[in-house]
């Protein structure tokens, strides 16, 4: 069993920047491909940016493409989401997750773990 743990939402005002992180127990996530989705209750969960294994490739939703950076340690068992430029737009509950194989995939459905979700409120 892989438990994943996001940490660093909270309160930031428009156009501002937040880091948030999620660490892994075990070592499985170091070999798979991982991701950052959010969720909203009106909106169903979309995906935000994923990695591979190796950090050495990263994929983003539109809307995060020069705004948002991931980034992984797998020394550290942990990834990484830099995101800048904030909007209300971007307010939900973020979530990392493993994925079931290697590949990339942006689907919820191909993502084995999850963790609990860390808030992130963007005021103006």
């Known amino acids: 069993q892989v438990h994943l743990e996001e940490s660093g939402g909270g309160l930031v005002q428009a156009g501002g920047s937040l880091r948030l992180s999620c660490t892994a127990s075990?070592?499985?996530?170091?070999?798979?491909?991982m991701a950052w989705f959010r969720q909203t209750p009106r909106k169903d969960r979309e995906f935000v940016a994923s990695i591979d294994r190796n950090g050495a490739s990263t994929f983003y939703a539109a809307f995060a493409v020069g705004r948002f950076t991931m980034s992984r340690n797998n020394a550290k068992n942990t990834v990484y989401l830099q995101m800048g430029d904030l909007s209300a737009d971007d307010t939900a509950v973020y979530f990392c997750a493993v994925a079931r194989t290697a590949f990339y995939d942006s689907r919820p459905g191909s993502y084995e773990f999850w963790g609990q979700g860390t808030q992130v409120t963007v005021a103006s």
């Open positions: 075990g070592r499985v996530a170091s070999s798979r491909t």
